[in-house]
């Protein structure tokens, strides 16, 4: 990234009427304060441009934030809000794991299938409304309509671009929580729109909405598709009684074969309790339960026959007897009937106490996304940074840590080819070399 425009501690930056505030291949750093006023921020060029605040703990709130780029994309290194207009010209908006909140005035403007917000690493766009009786109403064009004969009151709708429906994606990439005030007896339509760009290989004549029921399981059910327009990229679904989180993704076959929807480990009595639950299985043959004391070598503990297949869910437990004296790692393996495999997130239990230590970065080489692994001795703030081969911070993510074993996942799928480092400050003094292909 180039320097851009920097916003030293104890220094202001005021926008006073109505400028045009240009950044060219550079990104914004807020460690002052800066008033937005009625003025637009437009980061331009070829070069990615970052919005942050590293070094600072000011808030940053736009008036309009546009982005107009011929190559590269602006980024997120922080939470931010906009209060009248995201304006999408050219180039892509990339959460990278943060929020843009717009309030109850943001909109976003000019989004187009050449300009458009991804977010593979987590965030959301955030938008709050009162919704009565809403009809065809599409909230700071955050692109969801809403149509109800009821009043769902006070209604927040955070849109991100992450897959759903399974841990390792299932969906477009595109999905919707929507939290109303009142959430009964809604018998409310919503058309949901998305981008080609947006699809992850599905086949768009597939497409069927989905929702997220948090009881009873937190399982994803297929609603259907009440109409369907593959120019105008729409689906809308009629008759919808609440609403909680939706996506768009295929009826036709589930690529993976479960859906892991918990997996926990617990201390009791000296030993492990392990449990995991799916919502749902396809040919899943069997689990292998592994462990590890450093949480990079593991190895094998006990294997678990699968349900194999089933649309209810389904819980397994594991006891491991004998958990090391410090801290003991679990991961899951999932065995499918072909011998393909994944695995799952790795938990932890700990006999004695934590330390605060950077414990590892996964996969490494990347292609993208890395998830990045520590424990910390109390709950405390850390940032997890990544520098390149010549010493500039390109990527940054503020961390709230809890005690114990923490995980969050960094983004290097828009960066060039080489070799990365990544430390998490607060935590250790520990680097770690990631190579990026």
Known sequence: MAQGLTISSGASLVVNGTPNLHIKDGGLNNAGTFVAGNGTVTFSGTATSTITSIGGTA?????????????????????????????????????NGFDTDLGTTGSITGESASSFIVGAAGGTVNRTINLNAPSAVNPGNI???????????LTTIKRGEQQQVSGSGYSINRYY??????????NASLKMYYFDAELATINENELKLWSLNPAPGNIWRLLGADAQDLTANYVTKNNIDQMFRFTLASSVSHPLPIQLVSFTAQLSSGKSIINWTTSFELNNHHFEVEK??????????????AVGTSNTASSYTLTDANPFAGITYYRLKQVNADGS???????????????????????????GPVEVRFTSASATRAIVQVTDAKGLLVASKNIAASEGLNSTTINLGQ??????YLRVIGIDNKVLTIIKN
């Open 59 to 95: 808030a940053l709130t736009f008036y309009n934030l546009g982005i107009n780029k011929s190559a590269g994309t602006a980024r997120l290194l922080r939470n931010i809000a906009i209060s009248n207009n995201l304006i999408m010209t050219s180039g892509n908006y990339d959460l």
């Open 143 to 153: 692109g969801i309509e809403i149509t109800s004969a009821s009043n769902l009151g």
């Open 177 to 186: 929580e929507i939290l109303p005030t009142n959430n009964t007896a809604l």
């Open 292 to 305: 590890s004391a450093d949480g990079r070598s593991f190895a094998f503990l006990s294997n678990i026959t």
């Open 341 to 367: 495999y994944t695995y799952s997130k790795v938990v932890a239990v700990n006999k004695g106490t934590y330390i605060s230590e950077l414990v590892n970065a996964y996969p490494n080489p990347t292609r």
């Open 415 to 420: 960066f060039a080819q080489g070799t990365y």
